[in-house]
């Protein structure tokens, strides 16, 4: 059983910059692909950006590549979201994920993973 906290949320303005981090405990990280999902109000949680169990493979949404960066440290069980030229399109709580990389499916959909954290807050203010 993996626990998942994520960290770094915040309020801040438009073209400011956040770094999210995601602490495992309970599991083998290394054994798990990580990924960041975000959930506005009234809108479906939707992908942002996932990150293979060694760290070789990065995947992005079209409407964040550019701007944030997926990236894990296994020796600290931890993963991060670093997230640059914010915009007020994405305030919404996001969230990580982890999924056993063993298991063959589409990493871009929340099915794939297992485990989730409560959630941080992020608010971009115009």
């Known amino acids: 059983q993996v626990q998942l906290v994520e960290s770094g949320g915040g309020l801040v303005q438009a073209g400011g910059s956040l770094r999210l981090s995601c602490a495992a405990s309970?599991?083998?990280?290394?054994?798990?692909?990580s990924a960041w999902f975000r959930q506005s109000p009234g809108k479906e949680r939707e992908f942002v950006a996932a990150?293979?169990?060694?760290?070789?493979?990065?995947y992005y949404a079209g409407s964040v590549k550019g701007r944030f960066t997926i990236s894990r440290d296994n020796a600290k069980n931890t993963a991060y979201l670093q997230m640059n030229t914010l915009k007020p399109e994405d305030t919404a709580v996001y969230y990580c994920?982890?999924?056993?990389?063993?298991?063959?499916?589409?990493?871009?959909?929340?099915?794939?993973?297992?485990?989730w954290g409560q959630g941080t807050q992020v608010t971009v203010s115009s």
């Open positions: 990150i293979t169990w060694s760290g070789s493979g990065t």
């Open positions: 309970g599991g083998s990280f290394i054994n798990y692909y």
């Open positions: 994920a982890a999924g056993t990389r063993w298991k063959n499916g589409n990493i871009y959909s929340s099915n794939f993973y297992d485990y």
